[in-house]
């Protein structure tokens, strides 16, 4: 009886929510928040509570909704692709727990200030997976490529601080910079190394084509690639000669389950060990972990969601008014309600976890009063009784926009409407499907929107606020403030890591006053296993040290 | 009929054409391009957007980019997806194609084989319990969305009774066996068969009911036929005509169900592919898709007209 009443419930809330989540919704392939690329974590490293000696075999499968495109670091841009490269394939250097570089391939590195000059001393007796010594060869190959002039991949402008790369032994690069970067040491972190003896004799306009990248990928990572079934799985089995020692686990098939409710249903069926779960998937979660059925670790993701304007609206120009609107918006009730509160709220563009992460930034609270009066300061007046604000005969009002299938966001926007109108600002929600949203974000064609940055461990911001990066970069709203540009432009040259720590809170400190965005939150990741599986991960990195997850047999 | 036949595949050459060139102008007015999802990636800068837009050739005007591509097709050539970069269209379809037209025949034979013997028993006893009992399983059918219907399936069949695998073609990890394949053939099939089921049974009935009311089966009964035979040999032939039609016009119906029962099933056909590269912007996979899908339903629409002349002696081609 027990049994069929929990079936029934079950029953019903399947129905209630498949009436709410519409089979197509398109959530598929993207690079977007909440599936960020390189999914950061929090300090304390995530592993089991210890319950004995880490055991030598079982086959993990990993279920997710997007499948993978192609396994080569310099042409893919998706999330599956760079999640299974990572279990391929090895960076030179790697990102720890407090989402520094730490070694990887590079044993270890040093840097000439004079000479601009970085020196990677490799591991010795590293192989490929076919046999082949890893030199410093395949890393000066491997760099190469975007530098080329034939590269048609998405990743040149990573590169472009680099002037020269040259191995001068077989363990031994240095590479020197055209101008004093101190992003560069991350972007080690996050390149693969590619095998020279097997693409160098591919001309690098080719490399995108090359056969390398959908059927025989071969790197020094952890696992070896064994089969790729278009739409169904991948599969990589263990390298015997991993040389941080063979991983314990025999395998793990990445497979690829497109609807977010048949995978946790493939999860409940036995079929999958390791997932994310979304917030909504929460009470049967839950249920789930009460059955003993799973265990749930929070991570917080590398990313934050925020409310962006178009300061080449005249609306937005006048800070007190952006002030005004993030003091008229509950972010704690939207974090409460609409996030359950799985996150934390942001007040900057900072992570609090972080080695660059300012606390004391400047903080607009949901003060509805304290609105109206930047409101009105701002010379914005309900002066014909409608409810709505007006100035020179301008009403303050506008649409605010976002991507279709992030059924949060869409809700953030229904908040702001309402909570946005008490305070005499007119906003109409427009739900437009993602490509031609992001397309419109572009074109300036909007008036405000909601979107999420997925964040690299590297605290720079100046990708975002930069005054040059408003017609070909990421600064959508076209912030521009010469003093921030000064302060972002000597973070990014402040070769020593204190200094720029300071540098970078300093100008979050800015962008937290001038408030270009409505900072809202950012979000935990949530990963659901099986009991047996004892994994390890940190929010730079769901998969850390792969090689030492295990499982009970 | 043959070369009524010849005739009909010569015409659809001009009805292909017509249709690509309506596709590829709907695709591109689409607002957005394929770097839409790269967009909100710090690791990618608008300049490699740009230059990923220039070397594929997108920033052309759209009858340039046409005209190249109808050249590419002419020498069979479908392109290389924009999302899956460098790989061909054609190996990516093809190695879903044949899930997609598994699970479509399937289907179709399930519902055919359902739906005719019920919209029969329902015609010969109108109006009676098992018919009131036919009609309202073909009502709910129809309104079962076949999302939810799959995901209550999996809930009840695979999750709590553990009959059914909850999705997949095959079990992973496990060598090849076809009992497994048919096992995981099943709880798709019938979630899309469902809908086309429900219709057909509804068609079957009602068609059966106007021959059975016709003067020759009034003949037939004079003469002293067994009912059997009435209802078999005289009217189910003349009953089954206009449900020729029908089934030859599932096939649109089965290639969009497909879209969201393999994905609900995890099962890698077609239908997800498209769905992908219409979001993603990946021309080439939408184009040859939507050829892929127009030929079909092009055919189905063939094999339905010769059904029609041997069914009916009456036409003649």
């Known amino acids: 009886m027990k049994k069929i009443s929990k079936l029934i419930c079950t029953l019903a809330f399947i129905f209630a929510f498949s009436l709410i989540l519409t089979a197509c919704s398109s959530d598929s392939g993207t690079t977007e928040d909440n599936e960020s690329e390189n999914t950061q974590e929090e300090k304390s490293e995530v592993s089991n509570e210890d319950s004995g000696e880490a055991q030598q075999g079982g086959d993990l499968i990993v279920g997710n909704v997007s499948a993978p495109t192609l396994f080569n670091d310099m042409f893919s841009s998706d999330v599956p692709s760079d999640t299974i490269e990572g279990f391929m394939f090895d960076p030179l250097t790697t990102i720890d727990e407090n989402l520094e570089p730490a070694p990887g391939l590079a044993e270890d590195w040093e840097y000439s200030e004079e000479e601009l000059k970085w020196t990677f001393h490799l591991r010795e007796g590293v192989n490929w997976h076919d046999g082949e010594p890893f030199t410093a060869e395949d890393v000066a190959f491997s760099y190469n490529i975007p530098l080329n002039e034939e590269y048609t991949g998405p990743r040149g402008s990573h590169f472009a601080s680099i002037e020269s790369i040259e191995a001068t032994d077989d363990y031994t690069v240095e590479i020197t910079l055209k101008r004093p970067d101190a992003k560069f040491l991350f972007q080690t972190t996050v390149y693969d190394i590619l095998p020279k003896h097997i693409l160098g004799d591919i001309p690098v306009s080719d490399l995108d084509e090359a056969d390398f990248n959908t059927k025989n990928p071969v790197g020094t990572g952890p696992f070896k690639f064994d089969e790729w079934v278009q739409g169904q799985y991948v599969k990589v089995v263990a390298n015997d000669d991993y040389f941080q020692g063979r991983p314990y686990l025999d395998s793990i098939t990445y497979k690829i389950v497109p609807d977010k409710n048949a995978l946790l249903a493939q999860y409940q069926a036995g079929d999958i060990d390791y997932m994310r779960v979304s917030q909504s998937d929460m009470p049967t979660v839950e249920s789930l972990i009460d059955q003993g059925q799973a265990q749930l670790e929070k991570v917080p993701d590398l990313q934050y969601n925020y409310i962006g304007y178009n300061l080449r609206n005249p609306i937005f120009e006048d800070k007190k008014v952006r002030q005004a609107l993030t003091h008229a918006l509950d972010r704690e009730e939207i974090l409460e309600t609409i996030v359950y509160g799985d996150g934390e709220l942001s007040n900057s563009p900072g992570l609090p976890f972080s080695w660059a992460y300012n606390e004391d930034v400047p903080v607009f609270e949901y003060d509805p009063e304290k609105a109206k009066e930047l409101l009105s300061e701002a010379g914005w007046e309900d002066t014909d009784g409608d409810g709505i604000r007006e100035k020179d005969g301008t009403k303050l009002s506008f649409s605010i926009k976002s991507g279709q299938g992030r059924e949060v966001r869409e809700q953030i926007t229904q908040v702001a409407q309402q909570q946005w109108a008490e305070v005499g600002v007119e906003v109409t929600p427009e739900i437009i499907e993602w490509s031609a949203f992001i397309d419109q974000i572009h074109q300036f064609d909007y008036d405000a929107y909601v979107l999420g940055w997925s964040l690299t461990a590297d605290p720079s911001i100046t990708s975002y606020f930069h005054s040059d990066e408003v017609e070909n970069g990421l600064n959508y709203g076209a912030y521009s403030n010469p003093e921030l540009d000064k302060l972002m432009e000597e973070s990014d040259m402040a070769m020593d890591q204190e200094k720029r720590a300071e540098l970078i809170e300093e100008a979050q400190a800015i962008v937290a006053e001038e408030q270009p965005y409505t900072f809202l939150y950012s979000q935990n990741g949530n990963h659901l296993f099986v009991p047996q599986l004892h994994p390890n991960m940190h929010s730079g990195n769901s998969y850390y040290k792969i090689h030492e997850w295990w499982m009970e047999q | ?317």
């Open chain 2, 1 to 317: 009929m043959i070369a009524y036949i010849i005739r009909r595949i010569i015409l659809t050459i001009p009805l292909l054409l017509g249709v690509s060139v309506l596709s590829f102008g709907i695709v591109q007015l689409a607002p957005g391009d394929p770097t839409a999802l790269m967009m909100d990636n710090p690791g990618i800068s608008q300049e490699d957007r740009e230059a990923f837009l220039e070397e594929q050739g997108l920033n052309d005007p759209v009858h340039v980019q046409y005209v190249r591509w109808l050249g590419d097709i002419v020498t069979g050539d479908f392109g290389e997806s924009l999302i899956y970069q460098g790989t061909p269209v054609t190996e990516l379809i093809m190695a879903r194609l044949p899930n997609t037209l598994l699970l479509m025949v399937v289907s179709a034979l399930l519902a055919i084989v359902v739906a005719i013997p019920f919209g029969i028993v329902s015609a010969r006893k109108p109006y009676s319990l098992t018919d009131y009992t036919v009609t309202t399983a073909s009502f709910l059918g129809m309104a079962t969305p076949n999302f939810w219907f799959g995901l209550v399936l999996i809930m009840l069949l695979s999750v709590h009774l553990g009959w059914f695998p909850s999705g997949g073609v095959a079990t992973l990890n496990e060598p090849f066996s076809l009992l497994d394949r048919i096992h995981h053939l099943i709880l798709p099939a019938i979630v899309l068969a469902t809908a086309e089921t429900a219709s057909l049974t509804r068609y079957t009935r009602s068609s059966m009911l106007d021959v059975l009311d016709q003067d020759y089966i009034r003949t037939a009964r004079a003469k002293g036929f067994k009912q059997r035979k009435v209802v078999y040999k005289h009217g189910l032939r003349n009953g089954l005509i206009p449900v020729l039609t029908l089934i030859g016009l599932m096939l649109p119906t089965f290639i969009g169900g497909s879209v969201v029962t393999e994905k609900i099933f995890n099962w890698p056909g077609i239908g997800l592919l498209f769905i992908d590269a219409t979001f993603q912007r990946d021309y080439p996979m939408i184009m040859a898709i939507t050829m892929i899908s127009a030929t079909l339903v092009i055919i189905g629409n063939l094999i339905a007209d010769i059904l029609y002349a041997i069914f009916d002696p009456r036409i003649e081609y």
